[in-house]
């Protein structure tokens, strides 16, 4: 992933192995593995490998989001494969960082970059069935349900947005 993504608040740059302490510290954050993690404290070495991923490839991978006025760390967008259904779009966010709409924000940059400049014909989600926040989130990028599966932590539903035109 090579594309930096920007908008009237945030920047998002693709992660680079000099971010690890960085991504560390914040996917290891109780608050923000709650549900993106299905809670699992990720190793140094899982989130080096999901660095290393992400710089290998490009049409998939992670970015970092920062504020533009201060160059804080806000959390981190990305899209991954989602099983063999196509591509999701992620996010997550520091607890500061909460109710700014921060992540409707970075999460509409990564989708309108999939399906402009990247040229996919969808985009999809998956969130736990209790995640509300990431459910109005997606439901604010014009994302629809389609399906509902078993998770880890119970049911996941899935949602999509496709590519207009």
Do not use: K
């Not at 880890?152 to 947005?161: A, D, E, K």
Request: one cysteine or more; a negative charge.
């Amino acid at each position: 992933m090579q594309h930096v993504l920007t908008t009237d608040r945030l920047e998002l740059r693709p992660v680079a192995a000099a971010d690890l302490a960085d991504l560390l510290a914040h996917w290891t954050d109780p608050d923000v593995r709650r549900f993106l993690f299905d809670d699992e404290v990720l190793t140094a070495g899982r989130v080096a490998e999901a660095i290393a991923d992400s710089e290998r490839d490009s049409a998939c991978g992670l970015w970092l989001i920062r504020e533009r006025a201060t160059g804080a760390l806000a959390g981190t967008a990305g899209l991954r494969p989602l099983e063999d259904l196509g591509v999701e779009v992620t996010y997550s966010l520091s607890p500061p960082f909460w109710g700014y709409g921060y992540a409707t924000e970075a999460a509409r940059a990564v989708v309108e970059h999939a399906l402009g400049p990247a040229g996919l014909p969808e985009v999809l989600a998956e969130v736990d069935e209790g995640n509300t926040a990431s459910i109005a989130v997606l439901e604010r990028l014009g994302m629809t349900p389609f399906e509902t599966v078993p998770g880890l932590l119970g049911p996941m539903i899935r949602y999509r947005r496709i590519a207009s035109g």
